[in-house]
């Protein structure tokens, strides 16, 4: 069964600290520059794209996944999962290296390797169904 959501946490349990706030294993600060570092690196990788938008929104969407958002990253289709839209398309990567770090199986840190490139599950911009969570 889904996990549901308890009050202002998020339902992964395991991501958490004691307190149910913040990723484990560094904190809100800690995902926050990992989702920058992925971003840097995706679009480097690329030679195309725009690390601004990711850079610049890591807190928020730390703050956001982490502590108010109900998902469940083993059950990314999961029908009462809450979702994000992210309509600046050009800003995927954030949306990519949260997945990632969310523990998203079908994100491994190679897809995020192969950012806009065809066939790769990391468009350069989001599409519904192709890329889950």
Known sequence: ???TKSSGTSPNAADTTADGDMPAGGG???MARAIRALA?????????GHPG???GAADMATVLFAR??????TEPH???RDRFVLS?????MLLYACLHLLGYEDLPIDELKRFR???????????FGHTAG
């Open 1 to 3: 069964m889904a996990p």
């Open 28 to 30: 809100h600060a800690a």
């Open 40 to 48: 840097m690196d995706g679009v480097e990788a690329a030679k195309s």
């Open 53 to 55: 938008m990711p850079m």
């Open 68 to 73: 108010h958002m109900k998902f469940d990253a």
């Open 78 to 80: 999961w029908p009462d």
């Open 88 to 92: 600046a398309g050009h800003g995927s």
């Open 117 to 127: 490139q065809l066939g790769s599950t990391t468009p350069g911009h989001p599409e």
